[in-house]
């Protein structure tokens, strides 16, 4: 059977704004890949939705992950391989940079949820979905006309659709079943996770946060070391180096300034955490954002 490579997306980009791609998959006759490729030079998130038909993604060690229509494939940014959409299958893709990503989930109470949530590779199934096809049929077609064809407000109309999209994604996962308040009922790993969520700019210790939530500091480390993988301290870096990178992105603050507004007392402390966390110091991180940008202002070609 003839395999054939999807065209490139093409949607027009602001430099300013975040960026988003999504399209309509229609049905054809021959086998489709896409290849999970950066957006714009830097992270991004996939997601498939796959109305009707059969596809897998295929990743770079081999492994493989079959889907069924109707379901929805999310793929974090870690996730490299490919996705093949058999023939006869249609649908949407959407490919969207990490920081419209955490700028679309905010600081609302299920932040704390859903951060993890995006960072690993989920399906949602039919069964978890079914009441709501209609809707999520419709919030993919409402992302590919605001990437084809943005009107006025287009950046705060996709950050709704995709909001939605994510909350949907985030029921389907089991999450919605558990407190989304920060009860005391709830894990001690999740608890930490909402607690972060409100206080990553105060300058807490470990300690700190072990005292709020009422367990000791190594209860605690224990806690996240088991349900998280990572130790609490490196959590809090996490979702400060995220913080960092959206507002020297997409802020004209100064350097300081964003240091200071994050907790960090010392300019070039923040500079050598960011630069252990990113790979770059803030001045050169800042100038590669936007020069990459202008690069392809006009259109982008998110998979071949």
């Not at 490139?8 to 704004?17: G, I, M, T, Y």
């Not at 969207?96 to 989930?105: A, C, K, L």
């Not at 005391?184 to 210790?205: C, H, K, M, T, W």
Request: charged share 20%.
């Amino acid at each position: 059977m003839p395999v054939s490579r999807a065209p490139p997306l093409r949607a027009e980009v602001n430099p300013h704004r975040a960026t988003l791609v999504a399209t309509a998959i229609e049905a054809t006759l021959a086998e489709r890949t896409w290849s999970t490729r950066s957006l714009d030079g830097g992270p991004c998130f996939r997601a498939f939705f796959l109305r009707r038909g059969r596809g897998t993604f295929v990743g770079l060690d081999s492994s493989a992950v079959e889907i069924a229509a109707p379901q929805i494939l999310w793929l974090p940014f870690a996730a490299a391989g490919e996705f093949r959409l058999f023939a006869g299958g249609d649908g949407a893709a959407i490919l969207v940079g990490e920081d419209f990503v955490s700028r679309t989930i905010g600081d609302n109470p299920l932040a704390s949820q859903m951060r993890p949530l995006i960072d690993r590779l989920l399906i949602a199934d039919a069964p978890s979905t079914a009441s709501a096809l209609a809707e999520i049929d419709a919030l993919f077609a409402g992302l590919a006309r605001e990437s084809r064809d943005p009107g006025p407000g287009a950046p705060a109309m996709t950050a709704l659709y995709l909001g939605l999209l994510l909350m949907h994604l985030w029921r389907a996962s089991g999450l919605g079943r558990d407190s989304d308040a920060l009860g005391l009922g709830a894990p001690i790993a999740q608890r930490f996770r909402q607690l972060v969520e409100l206080r990553y700019r105060d300058n807490l210790s470990v300690e700190d946060f072990a005292r709020a939530l009422g367990v000791t500091r190594s209860h605690l480390h224990s806690a996240c070391l088991h349900a998280l993988g990572r130790a609490p301290q490196r959590l809090v870096h996490e979702r400060l180096a995220v913080e960092a990178r959206l507002r020297l992105r997409l802020t004209g603050q100064p350097i300081k300034q964003v240091a200071y507004s994050l907790g960090f007392r010392d300019p070039a402390y923040f500079n050598r955490f960011f630069r252990r966390m990113s790979g770059l110091t803030p001045g050169p991180y800042r100038k590669s954002a936007r020069i990459e940008a202008p690069r392809n202002a006009t259109a982008f070609e998110a998979w071949p």
